[in-house]
């Protein structure tokens, strides 16, 4: 997988932002993509040196409008803690 496949997009919460004034950054992956590569892609995508990544899986969750039924998609997440003194400018 190329590394723009692989970091779908940044999530901007309120507890990933919390989260990127420690150093560690939240981002949307591939359901497909491991730590591994996950790492990889963050490193050079945006130039930094990644220290761990710890991966979260969403399930898909049951929702309704009215009478029909459907599901919310579930994601996966990484959050990627950097090396001491690493930032990343997206999270401004």
């Not at 929702?63 to 001491?84: D, H, T, Y």
């Amino acid at each position: 997988m190329k590394e723009e496949q692989i970091i779908i997009r940044p999530i901007l919460t309120e507890k990933a932002r919390k989260l990127a004034e420690k150093g560690q950054y939240v981002f949307e992956v591939s359901k497909l993509a491991n730590k591994s590569e996950v790492k990889k892609a963050v490193e050079k995508l945006f130039n930094v040196k990644v220290e761990k990544v710890r991966i979260i899986k969403l399930p898909e969750k049951p929702r309704r409008l009215g009478r029909i039924s459907g599901k919310k998609k579930g994601i996966k997440k990484a959050i990627v803690r950097l090396k001491e003194g690493q930032k990343i400018e997206i999270f401004k």
